[in-house]
């Protein structure tokens, strides 16, 4: 029976988990890179949906958190949504480990995520054509987003595994509030290397063609350059934007 603890939480566990995400977050990449872009899911006039005003990417969004959120997907601490104002969960709770301070429930930037998403990285990964798959390219792009906000807001559980291990180091920078050296003290470059690098390979990886004749060489099904990239542009900066925000609430 699992206490309510989380000790199981260290910088190591935490770090290995950042990893295996990777592994959602680069598949979904390639599952999203199936469709194009597919714009009129996105187009509020298109889809006019009797007593919803939004585009069908919106619909989907709000209907499947609602679902969702109902059969307890928030409880979880690892989970943010974004959507707000959710409904409650309707079925029994289970207890997840309290690791986090309990102000980390008030960071979410999952409004940012979207928007960096949708103008940013999508554009990258996507051709600029339509094939109708309206539903589908939203279901995609749902799973995605919520693999890469899981991701992000996952800085939570870094930056108190940081901070639980040298408290005195960050103790007088959130009393501060000096975000300029807490991003300095959080940030580790040899790892964000290793990750950029890691999830280049991934895409190669699981890009590839497979065949039981030969090996199938050269093409990818989504430039592996373009994954690492969206790490190293926007993955990692808002994870660590994440860590910060949390920091800064970490004492009240
Ligand atoms: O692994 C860490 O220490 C993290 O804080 C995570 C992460 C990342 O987003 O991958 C972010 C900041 C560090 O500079 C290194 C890596």
Do not use: C
Request: hydrophobic residues 35%; glycine residues 2%.
């Amino acid at each position: 029976y699992k206490m309510v603890k989380g000790d199981e939480y260290t910088l190591e566990s935490v770090r290995a988990s950042l990893i295996r995400q990777e592994d959602t977050i680069v598949f979904n990449v390639i599952e999203r890179a199936r469709f194009p872009l597919n714009s009129p899911t996105y187009d509020q006039h298109y889809a006019s949906i009797p007593n919803f005003s939004g585009s069908l990417f919106d619909f989907i969004l709000n209907q499947t958190e609602d679902i969702q959120a109902k059969m307890g997907r928030y409880i979880n601490p690892e989970e943010n949504s974004y959507e707000e104002n959710l409904p409650v969960s309707l079925v029994p709770h289970y207890n997840f480990s309290q690791f986090l301070h309990p102000t980390a429930a008030s960071v979410n930037i999952n409004k940012s995520i979207r928007k960096v998403y949708f103008h940013e990285m999508l554009p990258l990964f996507v051709t600029s054509k339509d094939d109708g798959n309206y539903a589908q390219t939203a279901t995609s792009d749902l799973s995605l987003l919520q693999a890469i906000s899981r991701r992000i807001h996952y800085g939570k559980f870094v930056a108190e595994a940081k901070f639980k291990e040298s408290p005195h180091d960050y103790e007088p920078l959130i009393r501060a509030k000096d975000k300029k050296s807490l991003m300095k003290l959080l940030t580790v470059k040899s790892v964000e290397d290793i990750v950029v690098k890691r999830v280049e390979k991934k895409a190669m990886v699981f890009g590839q063609k497979v065949s039981l004749d030969h090996d199938v060489k050269g093409k990818y099904k989504v430039d592996p350059a373009i994954v690492s990239r969206l790490y190293l542009d926007w993955i990692i900066p808002l994870t660590k934007d994440v860590e910060v925000e949390y920091l800064l609430r970490r004492l009240d």
